[in-house]
């Protein structure tokens, strides 16, 4: 486990390695190819008692550069990664972020999660808004992460972030194929503003609009 340049989190933890849902922009799949390691999905069972071994209660990112619900991701690993976070001796804010919210609750009755597991949906396009109805669904703490951001999300009385519990902002970084504009901001910086939910806007938002004050907020019940 490692300590990490993510602004919303302390570190990344990886009991899963890989992904398989090829989305163009990845950041962790060009990082695999780089130094020549396969991307395909990978449990490493070695891992999953490496939060144990942080005695401070820090924010840990599950599962950075896999997803942890996605469909190809047995349910055995997964369980053992939630097991893990069960019986973990320090309270750790778990952070799990997945494309595939509908998933969360597969096989499980009613649950009602820990306080300090976290389940956020991913979310770039307007077309994958319906993960925020997904994402209702999951009885816990709830947030959507807007990154990267590739366009404009329109809200309404179909669509609202009501619900959520918090939301990360974040732009597409290594590649100029998509310009971010600023009404893409402004259009979730006014939902979250009318629903009262805290906003994390990513430093590299202020790369883009360097006149832009960043809002860094945090849920109260996340680990500082």
């Known amino acids: ?10 570190y990344s933890w990886n009991p899963i390695t890989g992904c398989l849902h090829g989305c163009w922009y990845c950041y962790a799949k060009k990082m695999f190819m780089r130094f020549h390691r396969s991307f395909e999905p990978t449990f490493h069972p070695e891992r999953l008692k490496e939060p144990y071994e942080i005695k401070k209660p820090s924010k840990i990112f599950v599962c950075s550069v896999a997803d942890l619900f996605a469909s190809w991701t047995p349910r055995e690993w997964t369980g053992q990664v939630l097991d893990s976070m069960l019986w973990c001796p320090v309270d750790h804010t778990f952070q799990m972020l ?7 609750n597969l096989g499980v009755i009613k649950p009602k999660y820990p306080d300090n597991w976290w389940f956020g949906a991913t979310i770039s396009t307007q077309e994958e808004c319906w993960r925020v109805d997904a994402l209702r669904q999951v009885d816990g703490k709830r947030f959507v992460s807007f990154e990267p ?12 972030l009501e619900g959520i519990d918090w939301v990360i902002i974040g732009k597409l970084t290594g590649s100029r194929k998509v310009k971010l504009k600023f009404s893409w901001l402004a259009s979730i910086m006014d939902e979250t503003a ?6 994390f806007m990513k430093n590299n938002l202020g790369q883009a609009f360097p006149k832009l004050r960043l ?10």
């Open 1 to 10: 486990m490692n300590r990490t340049k993510i602004e919303w989190t302390d």
């Open 98 to 104: 997945t494309k595939n919210p509908e998933r969360i």
């Open 149 to 160: 951001l590739l366009g404009d999300i329109e809200f309404d009385d179909t669509l609202t």
């Open 194 to 199: 009318r629903v009262g939910i805290p906003l």
């Open 215 to 224: 809002l860094q907020e945090f849920p109260r019940e996340v680990s500082r």
